[in-house]
């Protein structure tokens, strides 16, 4: 039987390395279990029993013949679309606005990587401020990091190393580093386009600058193509694999029962969901730093124990870079071309830079200049990838494929009937802190990662549901989006399905297209924003002659304000209290 490999497929499926989907068991107790979470909602449609009316009386034994043909039938045709998709179209096209905005941006990620950072840690703080609506810059940060950091760093680093060698990482920089050009466009665009109901929330994110890019028909097709899209991968589907993560990781790890902890999983969500963007962003902020410092501190307890292998390890991450036909096998050209896919497309998907996602939750910052949430927002990729996701790569190098490790001669002979991109972490960490511990540690890593990204995806799902169906009644769209979402998440924890996890990936791989086809359109604005020659940039408001404000009044006072037409609150300039020193409004101001 086909083994349920939520990050890449398994048995002869082709390898996808998405990231969306999570790590499941064939254990005994956890097929017993989907069994009967099946075999339960059949009986809904059977005969007497059934709590559906009659059109909807079918024989079981009818049921799961429909139900297996109809499986059978799509499965291979969802597989081989996302093969396509991840492995050659989405790859190239990411790759591509990564580098156009890069060359574009003068390498923003470069001149402002520093200006990022002390934004992000200059205020760090885990109790911020409650907000009237939106979040602050950080704890939009924090949800946005809380959406990327996912289940994917762990398994889906592990089976990029297995297939494309050690190297594999250094590939994984590369396309993070130009991910985090194409993050900071898309966070500038978040801000410029969100808009504010008549409530003050504030709704902003890649539906709102694709309409901006296109008027008229087409661009409400890209927009409204987008949504389904995104609802669908992450705020139903998506959450329902990571709570599947969830459930069946404490059933393995300490033999909880995986309905127990979907029942508790929803009772925690349902307090979060429920109490708004507020609630969440006060949630996020806390459990992001949290569980990076966990899974931070188990890293450096292991590399520091085999820490006389940590040059060996670097100096493989580099030589089989370009070189890795000496450790995956083949030809130089052939396993060269699977080291930098592989490293491509777990990059590409982990960090989520051009897929649009995170501008949902960066389109919430309270922020004036969208400039200051761009370099902010290039933070999340370099947390996600190049700490992140690369510590849990340097463990399971400097473990396993050193000297004295069962992968030094690569993945081959007996080694692949024990290690896979299931247990490759936790045999990792297990070297160092034992079997036992080294799983338990992940697994509460896995929890962590995974329980943080079903609160970022249900408010990018929201946020989408709203802008298809809740124009005229927010509030009722988002409990009754609430109620589903939760209903998905209970039923991850307790039930596995192949063709639903491959669903998940399609909708995700398909929503990239409208995002990226907007973010080349929208080449200007960003350019604009990133060069500092956008009239929303607050220190470029201009005076008399061209020259700055604030280089003309220094002592000018700025305000903020709501402009009439509902857009976010923006610097406006107090005119009547603005002067050159000597108490005479200067010319041309």
């Known amino acids: 039987d086909r083994v349920p490999k939520v990050q890449d497929g398994s048995g002869d499926a082709f390898a996808n390395l998405s990231g969306k989907r999570t790590e499941t068991m064939n254990c005994p107790a956890a097929v017993q279990e989907r069994t009967a979470a099946r075999e339960f909602f059949l009986a809904l449609c059977d005969g007497p029993r059934s709590l559906l009316p009659g059109p909807f009386f079918v024989p079981k034994e009818r049921e799961n013949t429909m139900l297996e043909s109809l499986e059978a039938t799509l499965y291979p045709i969802v597989v081989n679309i996302n093969n396509y998709l991840s492995s050659y179209i989405l790859v190239f096209l990411l790759i591509a606005v990564g580098l156009w905005y890069s060359i574009r941006t003068r390498f923003v990620q470069v001149r402002c990587f520093g200006e990022g950072m002390r934004k992000v840690f200059g205020n760090l703080t885990l109790r911020g401020k409650k907000h009237a609506s939106g979040m602050s810059s950080f704890q939009a940060l924090a949800t946005a990091i809380a959406a990327q950091v996912g289940t994917g760093n762990i398994v889906g680093s592990a089976g990029a190393i297995l297939t494309g060698g050690p190297g594999a990482i250094f590939w994984m920089w590369i396309i993070a580093f130009f991910g985090m050009a194409t993050i900071y466009a898309e966070a500038t665009l978040a801000i410029k386009t969100r808009k504010v109901d008549q409530e003050g929330n504030i709704h902003g994110g890649p539906v709102y600058y694709i309409t901006t890019a296109f008027q008229g028909a087409f661009g409400k097709f890209l927009a409204g193509f987008f949504a389904v899209a995104i609802t669908l991968a992450l705020g139903f589907m998506g959450c329902m694999v990571q709570s599947n993560s969830i459930g069946s990781t404490f059933q393995t790890a300490f033999g909880v029962p995986s309905w127990v902890v979907g029942i508790v999983l929803v009772v925690i969500c349902a307090i979060i969901f429920l109490g708004g963007v507020q609630r969440l962003a006060s949630v996020t902020e806390k459990i992001v730093p949290v569980m990076a410092a966990i899974f931070l501190l188990g890293g450096l307890v292991v590399l520091i124990a085999r820490i006389q292998y940590l040059p060996a390890t670097i100096a493989m991450i580099f030589q089989y ?90 993945y081959v002979g007996g080694v692949t009937e024990v290690l896979d991109k299931t247990n490759l972490a936790q045999t990792a960490f297990g070297t160092v802190m034992g079997a036992g511990l080294g799983a338990k540690f992940v697994a509460i890593c896995l929890f962590f990662f995974a329980f943080s990204t079903v609160l970022g995806w249900n408010l990018f799902g929201k946020i989408n549901v709203i802008y298809l169906f809740g124009k005229k009644s927010p509030k009722l769209c988002t409990t009754i989006y609430t109620v589903v979402a939760l209903i998905f998440i209970f039923l991850g924890t307790t039930m596995s399905n192949d063709l639903v996890w491959e669903l998940t990936d399609m909708f995700n791989n398909l929503m990239v297209i409208p995002n990226a086809i907007a973010l080349f359109a929208l080449t200007s604005v960003v350019v604009r924003v ?40 923006l610097d406006i300039v107090d005119v009547d209290h603005m002067t050159d020193g000597s108490g005479v409004k200067p010319q041309g101001v």
Do not use: W
């Open 321 to 410: 870079a370009f070189q890795p036909q000496a450790i995956i096998g083949g030809g130089f050209g052939a396993a060269l071309k699977t080291a930098i896919s592989q490293g491509a497309k777990r990059g590409l998907f982990s960090n989520e830079a051009g897929m649009g996602s995170t501008p949902h939750a960066h389109a919430q910052a309270n922020v004036t200049d969208p400039h200051d949430q761009g370099v902010v927002a290039m933070v999340g990729v370099f947390i996600d990838t190049f700490v992140v996701l690369t510590l849990n790569a340097l463990v399971i190098i400097s473990t396993l494929y050193t000297a004295d490790g069962p992968l030094a001669g690569g």
């Open 530 to 569: 990133a060069r500092r020659e956008d009239p929303d940039s607050t220190p470029l408001r201009r005076g008399a002659g061209g020259r700055k404000i604030q280089e003309l009044l220094p002592s000018a006072q700025l305000i903020c304000g709501k402009s009439r037409n509902g857009d976010p609150p």
